[in-house]
């Protein structure tokens, strides 16, 4: 180790041949080459460090600067007992050798161990925060001073480790302290007392690169412009004890040429005011050692060590990072809080992040740099951040009605408000959500995740679901239609998924929704049942809630009726069948004569038709054995067999006979009778079916009807000239008009 360094001014690393010396010693000992060594054709004399790298005064906090220098100086030769083998002496001590140079004696303190009691430092406007006067580490001076004055502290740990080796010296002498940076050492001057000592060393450098900072244009070297630039301020000739160049008795600056440099940005023009040399070929050549006289290497080691400490120097993410953050609202970046650490990358498809104590900024060259914090990140974080499915954020954190926030990233958005959490929404369940408005509509906010379910997907809202699959549709699921649906066993139940929007237009202010196998309707006299099957195609065919049976009020019923029948309630009858007969409605008093004759259980069996309306205001319906048939006047009774046989030859209710008016009554000789508003038509299988009415069927009432001495009709009552004539088993009775007159055979 070299000690008692030449006093060395900050515009310049190397004086002479004997610094030229010392700096060489100084790599040999100190530097080796990473793992992943840097090459030389990566120093960009226009661009050496990134400004949102250089002032970023968050990189590492107080614990972070002692665990690196821990890291790289593990064991202090406090007592100098080691061996003096780095001055080619293995034969004595540091300690002895050190005497020997006429240095001080022990105790030589490593800056992982170094304490000092720090004045207090006023603000300096526009520069440097107050510090207050304290005893301080080494790290925490090198903290609170980063802190104060906005530089990056892992700059100020190679500015340490550049000047003084003070980083990796593992007996560092005083004098090493006093001149820790270099800071008020002029070239051909002793340096500045007042300016010496660890703590105003670290303070007055830092403070320095914000005065370059804040008055950009009154130095030599200016970003955003080509400047000349040396490479070394003029070798010394040790052989002919004279400078090279022209002046032979003084440096020539011109001896080892110089380039325009177009400098990209401030924190590289500051470099070049404190170190005003860039390195030639040589220098980069041989990056962990020396290059030829006109070789300087303080750019250059400021650099590498940088590089290989704490990583590239040129980061684009951090200056994209530093852009947005600086686009931040007050309230935003008080929110963010500060950044805590240096940036990472390694994400993603190249992404990169920054954390701050309540959030990050992260992104990639994409996608964008955008903050991520709070209930949003929580779930992003969830859904596993970059490898999620939702990507990257793509735009900012917004503000939105109820109190909510948003955020869209590549292939969606997480949404949502303290009370309701924060939840993805994305692909086709957002665009229904879209279409229903969003939170200011029906459903609200997200409440819960998207979640896969038996080939569908859903997602819980503060006012319901939504919820579907590629083959249905996404659509709505809430209220009392949903729990109904959920009674049903949701999806893996007997309706399957939703395929229509909820309509709450239907009467008496109902809704309805269609589901893969049927519909479910609601009002608030009925609750919420479900059609489905034959019986929801023929509640289709007549008009569902708008037709004459109006609303479910029932589950439908299988398997408790004969011939595996099936029906259902509605608020005005019911519809009922089997696959044999079909499924018909059954209402009002067509229903009620088939519920005297015992259903599909008595003669009628199962309705085969639908209800419907004669020309002249009756209705009738068919059933397996016969038909219901009536108006209003006549009542509804049974039509069937032979009599309705004889009925429809009649002209059915347009006759002459008109409606029923009873049911068919047995006689006691076997045969059939009905009455008609116009009179009966009466039978046996002996006789036939024939009408009876009138004068005639007063005559025949006379003789006793079917057990009298004519017995049953066997014709038609026929009219001819005035005269009516029927015949019967046992005779004739005749109507002239004026007189009704019977014959026997």
């Not at 980061?315 to 008080?334: F, G, H, M």
């Not at 009455?675 to 009408?691: L, T």
Request: proline share 5%; charged share 10%.
């Amino acid at each position: 180790m070299i000690k008692n360094l030449p006093q060395i001014k900050p515009s310049l690393v190397f004086v002479g041949l004997i610094i030229a010396v010392i700096v060489s010693a100084l790599l040999q000992i100190h530097s080796a080459s990473p793992a992943s060594a840097l090459s030389g054709s990566d120093f960009k004399p226009g661009h050496i460090i990134d400004d949102a790298v250089f002032y970023n005064e968050y990189a590492m906090d107080t614990g972070g600067i002692q665990d690196f220098l821990n890291s790289k100086n593990p064991t202090c030769d406090t007592n100098g007992t080691g061996q003096a083998t780095d001055k080619g002496r293995g034969d004595i001590t540091r300690a002895q050798y050190a005497a020997l140079q006429g240095w001080h004696g022990p105790p030589y303190v490593c800056l992982k161990d170094y304490r000092q009691n720090t004045p207090q430092m006023a603000a300096a406007s526009g520069l440097c925060e107050a510090i207050p006067a304290a005893s301080r580490s080494g790290a925490q001076i090198i903290n609170d001073i980063s802190k104060a004055c906005h530089i990056s502290p892992q700059v100020l740990l190679i500015l340490l480790q550049k000047e003084q080796s003070l980083v990796l010296d593992n007996w560092p002498l005083n004098g090493q302290y006093e001149d820790a940076t270099g800071f008020g050492c002029p070239d051909t001057a002793p340096c500045d007392p007042s300016y010496g000592g660890f703590f105003y060393q670290v303070y007055y450098a830092a403070r320095q690169f914000q005065v370059y900072k804040k008055n950009p244009n009154n130095y030599n070297y200016v970003a955003g412009r080509n400047n000349n630039i040396y490479f070394h301020p003029g070798p010394y000739n040790n052989a002919a004890s004279e400078w090279y160049g022209r002046f032979k008795t003084q440096r020539d600056i011109a001896y080892c040429g110089s380039t325009q440099v177009y400098i990209e940005n401030q924190a590289t023009a500051a470099l070049y005011i404190y170190t005003p040399y860039q390195p030639n070929a040589s220098a980069l050549g041989n990056l962990y050692g020396t290059g030829d006289l006109c070789g300087s290497y303080g750019n250059r080691n400021f650099w590498r060590l940088f590089n290989d400490w704490f990583g590239s120097t040129v980061r684009p993410w951090d200056t994209a990072i530093s852009n947005r953050y600086n686009q931040l609202s007050n309230e935003t970046k008080t929110a963010l809080g500060n950044p805590v650490g240096t940036s990472g990358c390694g994400l993603k498809n190249n992404g990169c992040y920054q954390q701050y104590q309540n959030g990050y900024i992260v992104g990639s060259s994409s996608t964008g740099y955008w903050e991520s914090m709070g209930g949003i990140r929580w779930q992003w974080g969830q859904l596993g951040y970059d490898n999620s499915n939702l990507g990257y954020p793509t735009g900012s954190i917004q503000q939105i009605s109820g109190g909510g926030s948003y955020q869209q990233y590549q292939n969606g958005f997480i949404v949502g408000t303290e009370s309701t959490g924060y939840w993805e929404s994305t692909g086709d369940l957002r665009t229904r959500w879209q279409q229903l408005g969003f939170e200011g509509g029906s459903m609200g906010y997200p409440t819960g995740p998207i979640i896969a379910a038996n080939g569908s997907y859903y997602q819980a809202y503060k006012n319901g679901y939504l919820v579907g699959s590629s083959a249905t549709g996404w659509w709505e699921s809430m209220g009392p239609i949903r729990d109904r649906w959920g009674a049903l066993n949701y999806e893996k139940g007997s309706l399957g998924l939703p395929t229509s929007a909820l309509t709450c237009n239907q009467p008496n202010s109902g809704c309805k929704q269609s589901f893969q196998k049927g519909w479910i309707y609601w009002s608030s006299s009925t609750g919420a049942w479900q059609t489905q099957g034959s019986i929801n195609y023929r509640y289709n065919q007549i008009n569902t809630v708008a037709g004459s049976l109006g609303y479910p009020v029932a589950a439908e019923v299988c398997g408790t009726i004969k011939s595996g029948g099936c029906f259902q309630l509605f608020q005005n009858g019911y519809i009922v069948g089997t696959p044999v007969t079909g499924w018909w409605e059954s209402v009002g008093e067509i229903r009620a004569k088939w519920g005297t004759l015992s259903y599909e259980n008595g003669i009628m069996g199962y309705p085969v038709g639908p209800v419907s309306q004669t020309t002249n205001g009756g209705y009738y319906q068919q059933y397996q054995n016969g038909y219901i048939v009536g108006s209003s006047a006549s009542g509804y009774w049974e039509s069937t067999g032979d009599i309705r046989g004889r009925w429809a030859q009649l002209g059915y209710e347009t006759g002459t006979i008109g409606y029923p008016t009873s049911a068919i009554y047995r006689l006691s000789t076997g045969g059939y009778y009905q009455q008609y508003q116009n009179g009966y038509i009466v039978g046996s299988s002996a006789s036939g079916w024939f009408e009876s009415m009138g004068p005639i069927r007063t005559k025949w009432a006379d003789l006793g009807y079917e057990t009298g001495v004519l017995g049953y009709p066997t014709s038609a009552i026929v009219c001819a000239s005035g005269t009516c004539t029927q015949q019967y088993q046992r005779g004739t009775i005749q109507n002239t008009g004026s007189s009704t007159t019977h014959t026997l055979r």
